[in-house]
Every structure is written in structure tokens, then in C-alpha cells.
């Protein structure tokens, strides 16, 4: 099974997860991620300053589209019970989650690998892009080349 | 055909999408960024620093140098940063 939901709505990790696990009680092994919001700007531009809100805008459509592909890649080479992807667009505070990874298997290997490289590509393929906004104003964040060059671990 | 515009793409066009129809000697995505910069304005601050810019042709990533022959949607945008 494999599941992408890209919303607006905030979530609870905590719950996503608990019912993911309900529902996959032959995996021994379930590995997550969240991505949440920091709350300072990371950038190069005034780097530290603090951040009171952030909007993730995203190609609707494509988006979904780039994380299922990514999702079946998984799918495609490990053996994996089941895939959860949940990514946030528009308004987010900080400490929101905006991205949960669970991948469930058989072992930790398999979970543990394909959770990573699923975050991985997602990285570098999912269109979505971050406006900082802080009190000194509001700022793209760019994308970092240490995010290609782990993505790149992945090519076969 | 649809054009598409993302973050700061978008803001120094001043437009999220558009609909436009290229002359036929527009073959690939970069012509057709050449073409758009030509409007000047914010296209042509948008399309100069053609390094920064990524596309996808019916929600695709591609290379610069894919035809739009027959292509639906084109879109532009800064290299992604989700996750």
C-alpha cells in the first residue's frame, strides 16, 4: 500500500503514526521522518534571525504526481510493506510538521533505507518552494547542493 | 499552451500562469525562455539568470533543451525546496 496526501491542513505526526503502525501489524520494522519548521531563518541572508510563519507553495498536480513516482521507486527497490507520505503546502508555523516519512517492512534495514531516500528525492524532485517570513522580511529559501549531491547517492 | 510560474519566478513576472502561443521557430523550452524574456519587464529579469531556473513540460522536470512540440503545459521555477 502506498499513500501521498499533499494538503494544507495541519497534522498530528503523532497520531499519523500511531495508526500507521495499527495498521501494518505484520511489519516488525517502521521507520519515520518528520520535517517541521525551524524557528529561525537558515539562509545565508540575515542567517539566525527569527521566523513567525512560512508558505510552501507547490505545483498542485505535479507534486502528487513526483511523490507517488518516488514513492513506487521505493516500492520498486526494497521490499516494503507499506509507504506513507504527507506533505503541507501553504501557511505553516513554526514547529509544524511539514513532511512525514513512514515506511513499513519486514526489518529495520529496509525501513530505515527507503524512508531516507524517499526524503532524498523528495528534496531534490518534489515541486514545492519555502518563503521565509520574519520580523526583517520575507525571503525564498535557496536550494542547497548538498541536497542534489545525497539525492545523487541514490542513482543507480 | 499553458505557462506556469513558481515562487520567485512568478513574483518578477507578476503572473502565476498564462496562456500564450508561440511562433513555430520557438522548438525547445529554452527558446521558448528566450522568446518570453523578449517581452522584457519581469520576464526578462526572470529568464536572465537562466542557471536559476528549472522546467517541467506536462508536469515533467526537464532539461532546458526538450522540444515543446506538442506540449500542453510549460512551467518555470527556482530549483525546489520542500521537505
Known amino acids: 500500500m502506498t499513500t501521498v496526501r499533499v494538503q ?6 503523532g497520531r499519523e503514526i500511531n495508526t500507521f503502525c495499527a495498521r501494518n501489524p505484520i511489519s516488525g520494522g517502521i521507520a519515520t521522518f518528520i520535517g517541521q519548521m ?18 510552501l507553495e ?22 516494503l510493506d507499506d509507504l506513507l507520505v504527507i506533505h503541507r503546502f501553504g501557511d505553516v508555523a513554526p514547529g509544524d510538521a511539514i513532511v512525514l516519512v513512514a515506511v513499513a517492512a519486514t526489518h529495520r534495514g529496509e525501513a530505515f533505507a527507503a ?20 520580523a526583517d522580511g520575507a525571503a525564498w529559501v535557496e536550494a542547497r547542493t548538498s541536497d542534489d549531491l545525497q539525492a545523487a547517492k541514490w542513482d543507480k | 499552451m499553458k505557462l506556469l510560474y513558481f515562487a520567485w519566478v512568478k513574483e518578477k513576472i507578476g503572473l502565476s500562469t498564462e496562456n500564450v502561443n508561440p511562433p513555430p521557430e520557438v522548438a525547445t523550452v529554452a527558446g521558448l525562455m528566450d522568446w518570453l524574456a523578449k517581452r ?13 531556473i528549472k522546467a517541467a513540460v506536462d508536469q515533467v522536470h526537464v532539461p532546458l533543451n526538450t522540444t515543446i512540440n506538442g506540449a500542453r503545459e510549460v512551467a518555470f521555477f527556482p530549483p525546489v525546496t520542500g521537505g
Open chain 1, 8 to 13: 494544507r491542513e495541519a497534522f498530528d505526526p
Open chain 1, 58 to 79: 507547490h505545483y498542485a498536480g505535479m507534486a502528487e504526481r513526483e511523490i507517488a513516482e518516488l514513492a513506487a521507486e521505493a516500492k520498486n527497490r526494497w521490499t
Open chain 2, 40 to 52: 522584457g519587464g519581469g520576464y526578462a529579469e526572470a529568464f536572465t539568470e537562466r542557471a536559476l
Open chain 1, 115 to 134: 524512508c531516507a531516500f524517499v526524503m532524498d528525492w523528495l528534496k531534490t524532485k518534489a515541486p514545492f518552494w519555502k518563503k521565509e517570513i520574519g
Open chain 1, 38 to 55: 525551524r524557528d529561525f531563518r537558515g539562509t545565508s541572508r540575515s542567517a539566525g534571525e527569527p521566523l513567525t510563519a512560512m508558505t
